[in-house]
C-alpha cells in the first residue's frame, strides 16, 4: 500500500500549482473592486470565497480512510 511515482509526481505538480496560483487569486479576489455592490455580496466574495477554497485544497491533501 504504498505511493506509485505517478501519485508523487501528481502530488508535486499540483502542490506547486496550488502554492503559485493560490496567492495570485486570493490577491485578486482581495484587490477586486465592489463599487456598487450589495455588502452582503461583498462578504461572501472577500470572505467565504477563499474560506471555501482553503477548505477545498485542504480536503483535496487529507487522506482519506479506505482510499488505495
Same mark, same amino acid.
Request: proline share 4%; aromatic share 8%.
Given at each position: 500500500? $504504498? ?12 502542490? *506547486? *500549482? ?37 477548505? $477545498? ?12
Amino acid at each position: 500500500m $504504498g505511493l506509485s511515482i505517478s501519485d508523487v509526481v501528481l502530488m508535486a505538480v499540483s502542490f *506547486l *500549482l496550488v502554492a503559485v496560483l493560490g496567492p495570485i487569486a486570493i490577491g485578486t479576489i482581495a484587490n477586486t473592486t465592489t463599487t456598487g455592490w450589495n455588502a452582503a455580496v461583498i462578504t461572501i466574495f472577500q470572505v467565504l470565497l477563499p474560506i471555501i477554497w482553503i477548505i $477545498g485544497v485542504a480536503i483535496a491533501y487529507v487522506p482519506r480512510k479506505g482510499k488505495g
